[in-house]
């Protein structure tokens, strides 16, 4: 059984920083290819970055310049640094890895873990 893990989430200001990570566990998974997605309260789940297995990143608009995603491949987790965060960055972040990809994202999520960036 594979879980994911998130932690890191909280509370913070405007202009703040935060970092998620997502340890992996279970069945000899290795996290390779990472996403992370967001929910805001009303709003569905989006993308919010991604790593490939290759080492390649992309990142939703909104947050190029000021999120950064990577992995350790000893630590077998996965990480989200916020930095210059903003009101609109608050929700619930969630991580998603896998051996596999369809359209609905990697095989395994984590629970989840709430950023709230207050004003």
């Known amino acids: 059984q594979v879980r994911l893990v998130e932690s890191g989430g909280g509370l913070v200001q405007a202009g703040g920083s935060l970092r998620l990570s997502c340890a992996a566990s279970?069945?000899?998974?290795?996290?390779?290819?990472l996403a992370w997605y967001r929910q805001a309260p009303g709003k569905q789940r989006e993308l919010v970055a991604a790593i490939s297995s290759g080492g390649r990143t992309t990142y939703q608009d909104s947050v190029k310049g000021r999120f950064t995603v990577s992995r350790d491949n000893a630590k077998n987790t996965g990480y989200l640094q916020m930095d210059s965060l903003k009101a609109e960055d608050t929700g619930v972040y969630y991580c998603?890895?896998?051996?596999?990809?369809?359209?609905?994202?990697?095989?395994?999520w984590g629970q989840g873990t709430q950023v709230t960036v207050s004003s």
């Open positions: 998603n890895a896998g051996p596999t990809k369809s359209t609905s994202g990697y095989d395994y």
């Open positions: 279970g069945s000899f998974f290795i996290i390779n290819a």
